[in-house]
């Protein structure tokens, strides 16, 4: 009996389009979730892969079988100097096929969302920081400090999940929520169900290095008392100390934040001062941090890259040895000088970046190109047409990711490793 | 096809076996007896002269899960500096700096290459250990497994609290057992990790979390009872409240007694043995706690040294590592809340010889060793990589062996921490086959490995080949030969052989009612499902390299 005709119970299957990972979908065999399901992105990702469109490789785009496709990339990789393997959309298993197949290959690695994950990495490797997970939200949290996202474009469940959840283990009061360096109109998901309006301080987002100095120095009490400035950013002084007052007399404040949305040079250090006004708070009461992430197997593929070669994104390796250069390893800049560019985006149907020299595409079967890559190679979908193991976004919990239906598509992980028996 | 091992000098303490000169006979990956047809011996290797032992066994190194790999993302610095330590980091010297956070790859081989074939991860997190899992799958060469933390997870506390009785208890122990793939229990902190999250800042032995309103004492207690009666061999695995800090070594008594006699491990015993002594109000209670231990034979202890170096310190204990996080170098923490579990805290130390409280800590350690009579109840470790790297064991019994070394050692730290310390009064040295029951017979017996730790006939063939030297770093640094489950692994000290070890569990029986419960707890309050809790074995058994070997537990009468 093959799932493709018949229901599966698919009550436990893991929902890999968002960092939240639930495991509560109404999903059936076929992959359809009922319309009435509060998530679209959920909904998306399972319908996307669904109608799966291309079920063969190609080899400049020419459809061919897999042997094919796979010497014509082996070919490549074999002429290729300085390859780049970028991308990286793919989850545990993935990422311990590609990292010896790098190592063969001597080459570099990047993450397609590391430009906004590197704002986090460097923060904690540089300070560390104080953090939560999801079910520490849902239970203890009575107040979320949303800073410069709206969480739900993101993380569409949050709120129903984790803020207005009617069980939790202390019976805690309906969370507030505050909304810093949102746009009032993004802030809709903020309401409680009892109609209680979150509290907005408005303000441009590219003003938060500005708002979190201040509002460290603020919890200097000489600084509070002697400082003269009315307001910041266009935000009342009285307004930022209400807000520490008031994360002051939570029980359990979590701040959120999203490293995507800090979009602007050196956004690692706003997060350094959302993460050091955290641990200043925490002298006294508890205040955690949650850093939203940005999908694609971004932590998953830290995760792993990190037991196995020592570093998360942005590593190489040559002569032997794993170095970590999160400025020169980026995709932008070694599409300047590598040679060949392999591409792995197995979740969301994204094509690689413009680039001169040859590429090899392994990734989703809807992939569309401008123009065709010297090889593309359709897998399976992860939790559709493949398993595997997905960190979850606050990085302490991986969830098994299952096969829902069969499928002629290969598995990312063969195809890899595949290609690593076709090198020298 | 029998491989005979010939003329080796073996140290075997679980046959009581001191140097003993005899011929070992292996097939198909066990120890086997001398075979009547001489013709099946395939290969003989002449060992004359050389010491020869079974595999060493870490009880308690931070291999694999979440902080772990915190560690790792934490100090990239380490691992960029690790290229100008290798090979030499396998040669210790006093003040020299290891290599404290290895990938799962080099945590395998840097064991191997000691001679050690099997490794035990004391503080999988239930939530985490999906994680702990794929770090232990992907570290080839030894054998590993894993102690479960409990007793700071919010399930466990209510249970408590509502005055569940024991036999419940006992199936939830069983049942994380299962679902985490975990060979035995471990409390961190009892109950300090979960107050830290309602804000408390230290929890006492018999002070209450405020909101549960249970203590320490009973948190041990019925973990320790849950862990006995369940048959699970290995004893309940204690962190101790108050870790590190000054006047700590109380509490550690207190422990002892609070076992009411069942069997309790105390783990890391050096980081609570500080009394406030002095000016400086820290002074070794090394002499109290060898005491307590000698006189407690139900208690067991590993030391958790430290070394001098940079190295980095991966707890569960959240409440602790908060407060230590001042004393962070370099000056970063990772501090977790974790999914109503546990906690954790992560953070780089740098043990300095003229510090007072980091000389005086390294003295500790060795006096509790020298202190202890019973090798059997006191284990090698240094809590890696939170009192120094694992690689550092061969520098820490050379430390044990040779009393010139370790005073020589000692004459060089701070010296308000010598004027502190009764070292250079303990004369002891350890001799081979008191080191072969520490790393060896000991370690195995405690956790319950009936076919490791020995030689004898039906044990696993996972041997190390030592060349008896004066100088005891340089010969437990680099043995001869290492053999896992049978096959050479490793010659002169180099792996010949990429092998893949087990997954050692323990699984008692319990009553599955117990999921009725959880699975309503797990649907109200968590953020996954049960179902998705629970490890699979084939998760383990992925890729045709893992595989679980499920011991049996000790009989009750």
């Known amino acids: ?424 | 096809m029998i491989t005979q091992l010939k003329h080796a000098r073996v140290f075997d303490p679980a046959h009581k076996k001191n140097g003993v000169v005899e011929d070992i006979y292996i097939s198909q990956g066990r120890i086997v007896a001398k075979p009547a047809d001489a013709s099946k011996i395939s290969t003989s290797l002449d060992l004359s002269g050389k010491v020869v032992m079974a595999g060493a066994i870490d009880m308690h190194s931070h291999i694999g899960g979440g902080k772990t790999n915190i560690a790792r993302m934490l100090l990239p610095e380490f691992q960029a500096s690790k290229h100008y330590s290798e090979p030499e980091a396998h040669i210790c010297t006093p003040g020299c700096s290891h290599f404290a956070t290895p990938t799962s790859t080099e945590t395998g081989f840097r064991y191997i290459e000691m001679g050690y074939t099997a490794a035990f991860e004391p503080a999988l997190m239930p939530v985490n250990a999906r994680q702990a899992h794929l770090e232990m799958a992907d570290t080839p060469m030894i054998d590993k497994g894993a102690y479960a933390m409990l007793g700071n997870d919010d399930y466990f506390l209510r249970m408590l609290a509502s005055q569940q009785d024991q036999k419940a208890i006992n199936d939830y122990v069983a049942w994380i057992l299962h679902s985490t793939q975990s060979i035995g229990i471990k409390v961190v902190n009892p109950g300090g990790i979960n107050a830290f999250k309602f804000n408390q800042r230290r929890l006492d032995l018999d002070e209450n979390n405020r909101h549960y309103q249970v203590s320490p004492r009973q948190i041990l207690q019925s973990l320790s009872r849950a862990v006995h009666e369940l048959g699970v061999s290995k004893p309940l695995h204690v962190h101790c409240n108050n870790l590190g800090a000054a006047g700590n070594f109380q509490t550690t008594l207190d422990t002892m007694r609070a076992s009411d006699g069942l069997p309790m491990h105390l783990t890391h015993i050096q980081f609570h043995s500080y009394g406030k002594e002095g000016d400086k109000q820290f002074s070794s209670a090394a002499a109290e706690i060898a005491e307590a231990l000698n006189k407690n034979k139900h208690i067991t202890a590993d030391v958790g040294q430290i070394l001098f170096g940079q190295t980095v310190t991966a707890s569960g204990d959240s409440m602790m590592q908060h407060l230590n996080a001042r004393h962070a170098n370099p000056k970063k923490a990772v501090l977790m809340d974790i999914e109503c579990d546990a906690g954790c805290g992560v953070l780089p130390f740098k043990y300095r010889d003229q510090n007072y409280v980091n000389a005086l800590q390294w003295a500790i350690g060795l006096e509790l060793f020298l202190s202890v009579e019973d090798p059997w109840r006191i284990f090698l470790t240094t809590d890696h990589p939170n009192g120094a790297p694992f690689t550092s064991y061969p520098h820490l019994i050379r430390l044990l062996m040779d009393k010139s070394f370790r005073n020589e050692a000692f004459a060089k730290l701070n010296l308000d921490a010598q004027a502190m310390s009764n070292l250079l009064s303990l004369d002891r040295e350890y001799s081979l086959y008191e080191i072969a029951i520490m790393t060896r017979a000991g370690a195995a017996g405690l956790i319950g490995l009936n076919d490791r730790g020995h030689l004898g006939i039906g044990a696993a063939a996972d041997i190390t080949v030592y060349t008896d030297q004066a100088d005891r770093e340089a010969m437990f640094s680099k043995p001869d030969f290492v053999f896992k489950n049978g096959e050479l692994v490793v010659k002169d000290g180099k792996v010949v052989k990429v092998v893949w070890g087990a997954t050692h569990t323990s699984k008692p029986a319990f009553d599955v009612s117990v999921e009725k419960d959880l699975s309503d707890y797990f649907n109200k309050y968590q953020t996954m499902q049960l179902a998705n809790f629970k490890i699979n074995p084939d998760e383990i058994a992925d890729d045709g390299r893992g595989s679980i070997v499920v011991h049996s537990g000790k009989h009750l009468s």
Not at chain 1, 170 to 185: I, M, Q, R, S
Not at chain 1, 203 to 211: T, Y
Not at chain 1, 329 to 334: D, E, I, R
């Open chain 1, 1 to 424: 009996m093959t799932a493709a005709n018949s229901p599966i119970p698919t009550s436990h299957h893991t929902c890999p389009a968002c960092g939240l990972l639930c495991d509560d979908l109404p999903l059936d065999g076929h992959g359809s979730i009922s319309a009435s399901f509060s998530c679209a992105k959920s909904q998306r990702y399972f319908s996307q892969a669904a109608t799966a469109q291309n079920q063969l490789a190609s080899v400049d785009g020419q459809a061919c079988d897999l042997n094919t496709a796979l010497a014509a990339a082996a070919k490549i990789l074999q002429n290729s100097q300085q390859t780049l393997i970028a991308g990286l959309g793919t989850d545990v298993q993935g990422m311990r096929a590609i990292l010896p197949l790098a190592e063969k290959c001597q080459a570099t690695l990047d993450h397609m969302h590391s430009e906004s994950s590197l704002r986090n990495t460097l923060a904690m490797q540089n300070s560390g920081w104080q953090t939560t997970t999801l079910s520490e939200v849902k239970n203890r949290a009575d107040l979320i400090l949303a800073i410069g996202t709206d969480i739900v474009s993101s993380h569409p469940r949050f709120f129903e999940k984790l803020v207005w959840n009617k069980d939790s283990l202390f019976n805690k009061g309906t969370p507030h929520v505050v909304y810093l360096a949102v746009d009032e109109a993004d802030t809709q998901a903020g309401v409680a169900p009892d109609g209680t309006s979150p509290t907005v301080l408005a303000a441009d987002k590219k003003a938060l290095p500005a708002i979190l100095n201040t509002l460290n120095a603020l919890c200097n009490p000489a600084y509070a008392k002697s400082n003269k400035a009315a307001s910041v950013a266009g935000l009342s002084m009285a307004a930022l100390k209400a807000l520490l007052e008031k994360i002051q007399a939570a029980n359990y404040a979590v701040v959120v934040w999203s490293a995507s949305e800090l979009a602007y040079p050196h956004a690692e250090l706003t997060v350094q001062s959302i993460t050091q006004l955290i641990a200043k708070l925490n002298e006294q009461t508890r205040v955690a941090g949650l850093s939203l992430n940005s999908g694609d197997g971004d932590i998953s593929v830290n995760q792993t890259s990190t037991w196995l070669s020592g570093f998360p994104s942005r590593n190489r390796f040559q002569h032997d040895q794993v170095s970590y250069d999160t400025q020169h390893f980026s995709t932008a800049l070694q599409l300047k000088s590598c040679d060949a560019l392999l591409w792995v985006s197995t979740f969301n149907p994204k094509p690689p970046p413009d680039f001169a020299g040859p590429s090899i595409v392994i990734g989703h079967p809807n992939t569309l190109f401008e123009r065709p890559p010297a090889v593309f190679i359709p897998v399976g979908v992860p939790a559709m047409h493949d398993s595997g193991t997905l960190f979850r976004m606050d990085g302490s919990i991986a969830l098994p990711l299952k096969k829902l239906q069969a499928s002629s598509l290969p598995r990312l992980v063969e195809v890899i490793n595949q290609l690593a028996d076709l090198m020298p």
